[in-house]
C-alpha cells in the first residue's frame, strides 16, 4: 500500500512526541534501570502505554518502510530497558530473602 497524507501525517506527530516526550522519558528510565534502580508505578505505567500504542504503529511502519531502522532502534532500546530492569527487580527481591 502506498503511503498517504494521513499516514504523512499521523508519523510526523509520532516523530515529535517521539523527540519531546518518549525518548527523554525512555532515556531517563534507562539511566535510571543503568544505575540499579528500580521502576517505580509511574515508570511501569509510561511503559505500558508505549506499549500498548505500538499495536497500532507497527501497521504503520510496515506501509512506510522507510521508518523501519528507527522503530527498531526505539524498540531495542524499551527492551533494553525492560530487560535491565527486571534484572534489577530480581537482584532486589534475592537480596532482600537473603537477609
Known amino acids: ?3 498517504t497524507a ?5 508519523i510526523q506527530v509520532l516523530v515529535e512526541r517521539l523527540k519531546k516526550q518518549r525518548l527523554p522519558r525512555a532515556l531517563s528510565i534507562k539511566e535510571k534501570v ?4 528500580l521502576l517505580n508505578d509511574f515508570d ?3 511503559l ?3 506499549f500498548r500504542d505500538s499495536r497500532y504503529i507497527l501497521p504503520l511502519v510496515e506501509r512506510n518502510p522507510e521508518w523501519k531502522t528507527i522503530a527498531v532502534k526505539v524498540i531495542a532500546l524499551y527492551k533494553s530497558i525492560t530487560d535491565k530492569a527486571l534484572e534489577n527487580e530480581e537482584n532486589y527481591r534475592r537480596s532482600s530473602n537473603a537477609k
Not at 6 to 10: N, P, R
Open 48 to 50: 505500558k502505554e508505549v
Open 34 to 37: 543503568d544505575n540499579g534502580g
Open 1 to 3: 500500500m502506498a503511503n
Open 6 to 10: 494521513k499516514d504523512q501525517a499521523l
Open 44 to 46: 511501569i505505567y509510561f
